[in-house]
């Protein structure tokens, strides 16, 4: 990206975010990013438990037939 090697790199991504976002606000941010990759992941859970309970059903009415 820059020449330099991946960990330079992501320690000057890390450098940049703190002086933007300051050492007060990355505690909120970190929560914020944490809270919501839990909600992602919670509603990936739902829509697989949702598909698999339309399959089931749909096998028990091909079944019955």
Same mark, same amino acid.
């Given at each position: 990206?820059?020449?330099?090697?991946?960990? #330079?790199?992501?320690?000057? %991504?890390?450098?940049? *975010?703190?002086?933007?976002?300051? /050492?007060? =606000?990355?505690? #909120?941010?970190?929560?914020? %990013?944490?809270?919501? *990759?839990?909600?992602?992941?919670? /509603?990936? =859970?739902?829509? #697989?438990?949702?598909?698999?309970?339309?399959?089931?059903?749909?096998?028990?009415k091909?079944?019955?037939?």
């Amino acid at each position: 990206m820059f020449g330099l090697g991946r960990f #330079e790199e992501l320690i000057l %991504i890390l450098v940049i *975010i703190l002086v933007l976002f300051g /050492g007060k =606000k990355l505690p #909120e941010l970190s929560r914020g %990013i944490s809270n919501s *990759i839990k909600e992602i992941r919670k /509603g990936f =859970k739902d829509d #697989e438990s949702e598909e698999k309970s339309k399959d089931a059903k749909t096998k028990t009415k091909t079944k019955t037939s």
